[in-house]
Structures are given as C-alpha cells and as structure tokens.
C-alpha cells in the first residue's frame, strides 16, 4: 500500500469521526420491536453507597431517567456500566414496589400516566466505591531491562469521574516523566478526552537477523498528545488523535558495545520532529466483572507520519488488533491479544518493536524491530486463594511473534515463548496487582527469563 492510499483511508475515518457514520442507528429495529414484557416506569432512582462519587455520575451511566420506561436489558446495560467505570467494587439495581424506601403508593399515582402504563417502581442502585486515588506505582524486570515509575493518579477526580496523574520512570540508567489528563464524559456525553505531555529518555538497541549487536543509542523525546473518542453505539466508537514529538539522540547512558557499533554502521542520527495524525475505530465491547474480564474487541487504526529534520519527509502505518476475554468455570479467564501492522518506515526508532516489558516475555527488550510486525498473547488466568482483601492467582501463556521486511513473509512465526506465572491483587483497589512470570523458549530465542511487573501484563 502506498502512502497516498494511507493517507486516503485516514481521511475517511476522520470524516466519520468528524460528521459521524451516516444513518447510523440509535438501536436495532429487533431492540425497537422487544416486547416490553417485565418492563417497569421509574419513578424515583435512590443511590445508595456513594461517598465520595457524586451522584450524578452514577446517573449519567443509566441508560434512562426518572419517569422513563426501563426494560430489563436496560437495568442489565445499565449495570454493566457502572462496572466498567471501574469506580465500583460491586453493582446492584433493584425494583422495588411503591411504599418502600420512603416511595409512597400515593406519591407515585400522582404522577401516573393513562391506563395500559407499565407499574411505577423505586429503583435502588447499591453500589461500593473502590479506592480510586493511589500511588501510580510500577515495575517491571524482562528483557535484560528494569523498570520503575512513580507517581500518583486519581481516576475519580472531586466524585466526578475526571482522572488525571503524573508519573516518573527510571528504564535502565534513563529518567522519564508524564502527565496526563482525561474526560471520559466530555460535555456530559459518551465520548472521551485524553491529553498527555511527556518527556522520554529510552535506550535504542539494535540487532541482526541473528540476534548480533549492530548498535544503539539514547533517544530522548519530547511528545504531547491529544485524543477524542466517541461511542456511537454500545459496540461501536471512533476516534482521533494527533501528537507532536521532538527527537534527540546522544550516548548517555550507552555502554561501550552499543556505542562502538553503531559508530561504525551509521553513528548518531540528527535532530528530528514528527507530526502524527490519526484515526481509528473499535468495534465490540469488553465488559468488566471485577478482576475479570468478558468479551471482544476489534481495532483498525491509521496513522501518518511528518517528519522533519529526516531523509523521509512522511511515512504511514495501518494496524488491527484484536483482545478477546472469556469467562471460565471457578472464575478462570482466558484472555487473548493479538496485532497485526504494516509501515513504509524506514526511520529505525520509528519502527515497531517487540521484546522485554510489554510485548513479548522472555525476549530481550527491542530484539526484534521492522516495517512490518505481529504479536499474539494467550494467557490463562485462575484463581487459587481468594480472600475479602487479597487474591492469588496462577497463570499460563504463550507470546509469539512475526517480523519482516517484506509483507508477503510477514505471517511466518519469528519467535515464542511459553510459561507460568503468579498474581497478587487486592480486589477492593483500584490498579493494585503485581504479578511475577517466568517463560521458556520455545523458537527463535534462547535461555529461561524471569520478569515483574505490577497490572497484568495485558
């Protein structure tokens, strides 16, 4: 695919994004035609178990008001919802019959409506907060690389549902620092902001098709981002994003190999800028059940790249990606993730990259980097010991990898590793887990490695 093609494919998403898909349905006509069997008029909403979170935002996640007409499938949506927030531990929507809960039968045949009207009812939404506001502590040992990050966020800012944190990291023997910020409900509707500002150092390493050192050096990057999301239908968003960066390269922190290799294939790359523009679209809906997760998610994403201060004036990237999550017997959950994309770039740092902390286990960080790239995660999840406040749970998977320069070899497998490993988490706080694995080669790599990590790895 050509870069004009790329960039014809990117324009289009940002006309959906933009005007939104045209005709596109508020809902099924099978949802429309339902029969209303079981349905009941909400008369009056009481919350109950929100300290901290105001109100209306747990309002706002129904999908109905006082005085409308609810299905059951809308208090089963409505649910789900307010789990996925992840500001809720448990979520309960009962009916109940006029005369409880201070509702009397007198006040709602007041506000009856003609005959035939389905009964009025209280609804009592009984919900208990996680603790949202929690150091943004993280780690991860893998791929003959350290992590550690530092920082605070709040995904519940004021009880209004705005999240916000800031971050620091040592990778190695580089410093790094974030801040970021996100509107999940931008003006009240289903659609989400998301800012960040960064400044990056991260060690590039290079190899051969055979695993040899070619070289490395020190990036240190300048980035800020904008993105805007909107969720048209329960299965379906779209959205867009730019980014700026500013690039610099240096030894610092490089050890003598990397630093005499790359000196003699290409030395020090100059100063660069990007600018990246792009657009995507998810379909499908992952749902969340406490530390669980059901469902599927399909993502095709476009991006293109200007570039500055380099040989190549602009290049392109097409990718899909795809997690699926089940739920198994004795709260087991076998999770799958995997990717697929495609670039004209020829900028080396600019390339996809797998190995070390977040892509493949097992594998050194950035042992394998090219145009073209896919990945692929399988992970059995099963609890062994579950208490009020803590929970163990044991892991197996697999990792796997293609890469190429050419797109007509790209399916062929490059790389897995398989392995075991541990989880332990406290369920009633929000992003606290630490999980250690260790994984075994099974193609294209060697040796038995450990890695750490705090969150599951995906």
Known sequence: MTGSK?????????????????????????????????????????????????????????????????????????????????????????????????????????????????????????????????????FGAGGQTF????GLQDINLGGRYLQAGASYSRLGETNSGSLWFQQPRLFGARQRLMTEAAYINRVHTFYGGEGELLGGYLLTRRRASVQLEREWLIWFRTGASTSVYGDTFSFDNVDDRRMEAQLERAGLPGPMQT?????????????????????????????????????APRSYRLSASVRHFTLLPREANLAVRATIATSDQEIEHMQSTAGGLETIRGVPDMRFRGRHMWTSNVELRIPSLRLAWITLEHAFFLDALGTSRFVETLLRPTAATAGTGIRIYSPQVLALLVRADVSAPVMGTEGIMFSFGAGQFF
């Not at 531990?89 to 009962?94: A, K, M, N």
């Not at 657009?279 to 790249?305: C, N, W």
Request: proline share 4%.
């Open 147 to 150: 992590l550690l990050s530092l």
């Open 275 to 311: 600018v990246r523009v792009g657009g995507y679209g998810l379909l499908g809906r992952i749902d969340q059940h406490r530390q669980r997760y059901e469902g599927t998610r399909l993502g095709v994403h476009a991006d293109q790249f200007l570039h500055f201060g380099a040989e």
């Open 6 to 138: 790329a960039w014809a494919l990117l324009l289009c998403w940002g006309g959906v994004i933009a005007a939104g898909w045209p005709g596109l349905p508020e809902a099924s006509a099978q949802e429309k035609e339902r029969s209303c069997e079981g349905c009941v008029r909400v008369d009056a909403i009481l919350v109950e178990g929100i300290a901290r979170t105001r109100r209306a935002v747990v309002e706002r996640e129904l999908t109905f008001e006082e005085g409308d007409v609810a299905h059951p499938e809308d208090l089963e949506e409505s649910a789900q919802r307010l789990r996925n927030t992840g500001l809720f531990w448990t979520v309960e929507l009962e009916v109940e019959a006029p005369g409880l809960g201070g509702i009397t039968r007198e006040a709602i045949e007041d506000v009856e409506a003609a005959d035939g009207e389905p009964p009025g009812r209280l609804l009592r939404v009984k919900v208990s907060e996680r603790w949202t506001l929690a150091p943004g502590f993280r």
